[in-house]
């Protein structure tokens, strides 16, 4: 390691705010640990346990680094779901500190794993504990177990004045959010077209503790790569040379190859659900399938309509995509409700 890489990785703020306060979030022990000013970026450093894990949990982990296991769609998206339990969605980020009446507001946060290969976390760790950080409440904890988080203030506001005489009042804000709850029913059968009416199907909404149930419509198709390549006709800015054109739409080709290959449609389920929740389907053969491997950095948001603003049962109609399908088959598919999504209110926390 040159002395230029062990420099970048230390901690040299201008100015420094101790705050050195264990909070207690969603049954979680997160400290508090400093507000710091470096190179004009200020920051809210916090250090945290990170969930405990099963042994499934543990060996679905491990396994991604095998290269000799793969996992199927079914086994990554239930290992998702089960991380995103264990977090609990919402307190991954706080969004706002008050103290002393100074309003910080974070933009995007940074999580540091104390790893061997990671020198940076433990040397920013070090920095904080010779400033008169305190780790009795991590004392019994294995420092693999735990994560030094820091948020980034917005440019535009400024560094607190604090007066570390009087006491430092905080408050923290943590924005609404949605996350995936995961849920078990029975796979439903479905034919291309509309889907018989007046059928009522049921789950059982584990985060509100009562049953819920929807409608489905119809099982359509959407040709996902005529209609990509509708719009990549003509760059949407003026700013691409052509050159940068070719590159983004070969990019997004590379990275629509990953959805469905050119001789397949997506399968599209329209649903009415109850208090419009919005349900994650998949067709049985997309999830017992292996993924295919992507090798582009960035990855494909897609977003499906119905074409109604309500379904036949008068609620609003949703439109979820299960997987692709060759454009040829025409037989039934079998799709499975894996999650749907919950929001989580805004929460605020007075210390």
């Not at 042994?55 to 995103?84: C, D, G």
């Not at 009415?272 to 049985?284: G, H, K, T, V």
Request: hydrophobic letters at 35%; one cysteine or more.
């Amino acid at each position: 390691m040159r002395l230029k890489e062990l420099k970048d990785m230390m901690l040299i703020p201008d100015r420094e705010i101790l705050i050195n306060r264990l909070v207690k979030i969603q049954n979680t022990d997160v400290l508090l640990i400093s507000i710091t000013s470096e190179n004009n970026t200020h920051k809210l450093w916090t250090l945290r346990k990170l969930p405990e894990r099963s042994e499934q949990q543990e060996y679905a982990e491990e396994s991604i680094y095998e290269p000799a296991k793969i996992l199927s769609n079914r086994e990554r998206m239930r290992q998702e779901l089960q991380e995103e339990t264990a977090r609990g969605g919402q307190e991954d980020f706080i969004s706002q500190l008050t103290i002393q009446g100074q309003t910080l507001t974070f933009n995007s946060s940074e999580w540091g794993y104390f790893r061997e290969e990671d020198h940076g976390t433990y040397m920013k760790l070090q920095h904080f504990i010779e400033k008169g950080l305190e780790l009795e409440s991590f004392a019994d904890v294995e420092l693999n177990r735990l994560c030094l988080i820091c948020y980034e203030q917005n440019d535009s506001e400024p560094f607190p004045d604090v007066d570390l005489d009087k006491e430092l009042e905080i408050t923290l804000k943590f924005d609404s959010t949605f996350r995936r709850v995961p849920v078990h029913t029975e796979p439903i059968v479905l034919e291309f077209g509309d889907a018989p009416e007046g059928i009522k199907y049921s789950f059982y909404d584990s985060f509100h503790d009562k049953n819920r149930f929807f409608y489905i419509d119809a099982l359509t198709r959407y040709d996902l790569w005529e209609k990509t390549e509708k719009e990549l006709k003509k760059p949407t800015s003026e700013e691409f040379t052509e050159e940068e054109w070719q590159q983004f739409k070969a990019q997004q080709f590379r990275a629509l190859g990953t959805v469905c290959s050119r001789d397949q449609d997506l399968a599209l389920v329209e649903y009415e659900s109850e208090d419009n929740i919005q349900l994650n389907f998949y067709a049985e053969h997309f999830l017992d399938e292996k993924p295919i491997p992507s090798f582009d950095a960035m990855g494909m948001s897609i977003i499906f309509s119905s074409g109604c603003e309500l379904g036949r049962n008068g609620l609003k109609s949703r439109a979820c995509s299960t997987g692709p399908v060759d454009k040829n088959f025409e037989g039934s598919i079998v799709i499975e409700l894996l999650s749907y999504y919950v929001e989580i209110p805004e929460k605020i926390i007075k210390l």
